[in-house]
């Protein structure tokens, strides 16, 4: 399975927005610099996001982005589903029912096994991702930081950072 780009800069995205201070947002342009990505690529995630409840967006140009809701209350699978939508990531096309020589329908009845097993896959990743939260991941880092990240993000918040009201 592979996800695009675009739910690792979500991901990323939505862990830096944790780091605001409370009426803080930050400019897409900003994110972008930060992660070393395409504003307008990024911009229609973070627009994603925004649509999905995950961020709040200020318009204007003191404007911005920030946390919807709090880091706890967002999944990895609420960005990934934000972000690549609800589809299944395997989509069963029947082709067993294609080509030459078909077999009866009668073998037809139930859904393809292949398909089955694929779907099952399917929702042990996504309840995996749900029991994942953006706060999680941030205590993972800290755990792991020995101030070097931390420094990074907050001395790039301390210039980019726009300070916008509730």
Aim: glycine residues 10%; charged residues 20%; proline residues 5%.
């Amino acid at each position: 399975m592979k996800l695009g780009d675009g739910v690792e800069q979500a991901i990323h995205s939505v862990a830096m927005l944790a780091g605001l201070s409370d009426g803080g947002v930050l400019s897409a342009a900003a994110i972008a610099e930060f992660h070393g990505v395409s504003v307008s690529y990024l911009l229609k995630h973070l627009q994603a996001l925004s649509g999905a409840g995950i961020l709040e967006t200020l318009p204007g140009p003191k404007g911005g982005y920030r946390l919807a809701k709090a880091p706890a209350a967002i999944s990895l699978l609420d960005i990934v589903l934000a972000v690549e939508g609800p589809a299944p990531a395997f989509r069963c096309n029947e082709i067993r029912q294609r080509g030459p020589n078909p077999v009866p329908d009668r073998f037809f009845a139930k859904p393809c096994n292949i398909s089955a097993a694929m779907l099952r896959a399917e929702r042990v990743y996504r309840a995996e991702l749900a029991k994942t939260s953006v706060a999680d991941l941030i205590t993972e880092l800290t755990a792991l930081d020995d101030g070097t990240i931390a420094a990074r993000g907050c001395a790039f918040l301390d210039i980019h950072e726009r300070k916008a009201v509730r």
